[in-house]
């Protein structure tokens, strides 16, 4: 079965400081990786992707993810942090496979940026 | 990008009432919808999936005669929590998706129950 481990529920960087995120899957098919951010009382937006292909995985908003299946992590980085970037950030692996299908959510970690 | 809508944003109802939440694809045909469940500080739970002109697949724990799925079309799912009680008070949050691109989310509903 698949799951999904973020390490933090809580990171807290400066601005301008890296960003570094944790993630850990366990998957029984090839996964389907995907970074979410959550702002609060919204839905979630996509970030970025991991399907096939590249391991690196660039996102939007300048952050990245690279797919390491030796360490079955998914990591989320940001080489600079800014102000914009608190938010709640969701891993989540695809349940059977595939990029469309039921996703299996991380518990989330709250990123704080101090100025 | 693909939009999803989701109406309304919060909405806050007296105990027994039944709410209705809808989910709308704005740019492109979903024939898949998934309605999730968010408690504070924790993580979405998958209630059920939808797909267009068939009955939702529910999660395991989830009451179907309680929370009720409607797909009549692609562009539009709705979840209707019924005879709601405050122990219902949630974020409800829905994504649809196809067989071309990853889920998309809705803002989510947050729903109050006195």
């Known amino acids: 079965a698949q799951s999904v481990t973020q390490l933090g529920s809580h990171v807290s960087v400066s601005e301008g400081a890296l960003v570094l995120l944790r993630c850990n899957y366990s998957?029984?098919?090839?996964?389907?990786l995907f970074w979410y951010v959550q702002y609060p009382n919204q839905g979630l937006q996509l970030l970025l992707k991991y399907t096939t292909g590249a391991t690196l995985v660039k996102g939007i908003n300048g952050f990245e993810a690279e797919f390491k299946k030796s360490e079955t992590s998914f990591h989320l980085t940001k080489p600079s942090a800014h102000m914009s970037d608190a938010a709640e950030y969701f891993c989540?692996?695809?349940?059977?496979?595939?990029?469309?299908?039921?996703?299996?959510f991380g518990k989330g970690t709250k990123l704080s940026v101090k100025p | 990008g693909a939009v999803v809508s989701q109406h309304p944003s919060w909405v806050i109802c007296k105990s027994g009432t039944s709410v209705k939440i809808e989910c709308r694809s704005l740019d492109f045909q979903a024939t898949t919808m998934f309605w999730y469940r968010q408690f504070p500080k924790q993580s979405l739970m998958l209630m059920a999936t939808s797909n267009e002109g068939s009955k939702a697949t529910y999660e395991q724990g989830v009451e179907k005669d309680k929370f009720l799925i409607n797909h009549a079309s692609l562009t539009l799912s709705t979840l209707t929590v019924t005879s709601a009680h405050p122990e219902d008070s949630s974020f409800y949050i829905c994504?649809?998706?196809?067989?071309?691109?990853?889920?998309?989310f809705g803002d989510g509903t947050r729903l109050s129950i006195l």
């Open positions: 989540a692996v695809s349940r059977y496979g595939g990029s469309q299908g039921n996703l299996i």
């Open positions: 998957s029984s098919v090839p996964p389907y």
């Open positions: 994504s649809a998706g196809d067989r071309l691109r990853p889920q998309h």
